[in-house]
């Protein structure tokens, strides 16, 4: 095995996987790979991937299993991986896993952990609904649990603060209930394979990122 670290942070919407996938990866010199950013991405660049998942996105429903396989894998050999990854709301079915497996082995490499930060649902509706996003960044804020120096913009980049467009009630409860139908089951498919590491997410963000760096397995000695 080589010294690369690959984590999975799973969780529902809202959990703030994004926001600690972030502090995870610049912590240990890793890529964060979100797939949900990669296709915000996509949608923004008008791309023909783009103007097919934009839709799938607003309904709060999963893109195909093939097109995410295929964005990580263009993804894993970029050079900011080159010391491994931390996965953001990737693998979010039963396949994806079973790819990312395949992706992994193929490049010699396996999953060394998979963590899940939980969060009761209210919650995640306070959360969702307060969302903030850099349009040019897109660094994550809060109207009230983390926000911005001045309203409205980035404390980073200068950048427009904006709302997700899947972040409206209706779509909301949708993901929510795409969540608990197909991805509850991965988290199972790890506990019995990988083994599953959970995290309480409702505490604040700091608190989070505490959690979870006690959890962090030590990179691996050898390689
Ligand atoms: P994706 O972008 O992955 O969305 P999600 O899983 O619904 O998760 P979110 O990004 O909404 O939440 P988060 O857990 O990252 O929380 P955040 O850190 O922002 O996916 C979007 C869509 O893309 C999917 O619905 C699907 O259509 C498609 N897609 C993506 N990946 C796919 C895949 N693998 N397969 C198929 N389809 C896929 O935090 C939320 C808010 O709370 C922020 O405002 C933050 O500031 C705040 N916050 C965070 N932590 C705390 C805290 N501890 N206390 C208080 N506030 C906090
Ligand atoms: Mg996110
Ligand atoms: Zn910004």
Known sequence: ?????????????????????????????????STGDLLREAV?????????????????????????????????????????????GFPRTVDQAAGLQELLTERGERLDQVLIIEVPEAEIVRRLSGRRVCKKCGKLYHISFDPSRKEGVCDACGGELVQRPD?????????????????????EHYAATTGVTAIDGDQPIDAVTEAIRRELEPADAEG
């Open 1 to 33: 095995m080589s010294g690369r670290r690959y984590l999975v942070l799973m969780g529902p919407p809202g959990a703030g996987k994004g926001t600690q996938a972030s502090r995870v990866a610049e912590g240990g010199g890793l890529c964060k790979i």
């Open 44 to 88: 923004a660049a008008g791309s023909e991937l783009g103007r097919k998942a934009e839709q799938t996105m607003k309904a709060g429903e999963l893109v195909s299993d093939d097109v995410i396989l295929g964005l990580v894998d263009e993804v894993l050999d970029r050079p900011e991986c080159a010391e491994g990854a931390v996965f953001d």
């Open 167 to 187: 972040d409206q009630p209706e779509t909301i409860a949708r993901r929510l209930a795409v969540y608990g139908e197909e991805t509850a089951p991965v988290r």
